[in-house]
Nanobody, 127 residues
Framework: QVQLVESGGGLVQAGGSLRLSCAASGRTFSRYAMGWFRQAPGKEREFVAASRWSGGSTYLAESVKGRFTISRDNAKNTVYLQMNSLKPEDTAVYYC????????????????????WGQGTQVTVSS
């Protein structure tokens, strides 16, 4: 079992920044591919960013490329989502997710591929 706890959400004005953190516990974090997803009111959950546990390339949704960055610190069992130049349409509940893989290059943009989810953190961007 892996427990995920997100933090760092809040209210920010358009153009501002926030950094979300997702702390993992319970198993060897370094063998887990991690992802960030979000869900706005009345909308389906959507992929935001993904990270392979081997490091290297990360993956971002087109809507956040150039503004968001995903990173991880395996020593701290934490994955981060740095969000810059925030827009009102970024308003959503943000969730981190984890899935174990023996393949260090594995990642996924599909929520159904992740086994563990955090409780979510609200991000509200005012115009």
């Amino acid at each position: 079992q892996v427990q995920l706890v997100e933090s760092g959400g809040g209210l920010v004005q358009a153009g501002g920044s926030l950094r979300l953190s997702c702390a993992a516990s319970g198993r060897t974090f370094s063998r887990y591919a991690m992802g960030w997803f979000r869900q706005a009111p009345g909308k389906e959950r959507e992929f935001v960013a993904a990270s392979r546990w081997s490091g290297g390339s990360t993956y971002l949704a087109e809507s956040v490329k150039g503004r968001f960055t995903i990173s991880r610190d395996n020593a701290k069992n934490t994955v981060y989502l740095q969000m810059n130049s925030l827009k009102p349409e970024d308003t959503a509940v943000y969730y981190c997710a984890a899935t174990h893989s023996w393949n260090g290059n594995y990642y996924s943009t599909r929520g159904s591929d992740y086994d563990y989810w955090g409780q979510g953190t609200q991000v509200t961007v005012s115009s």
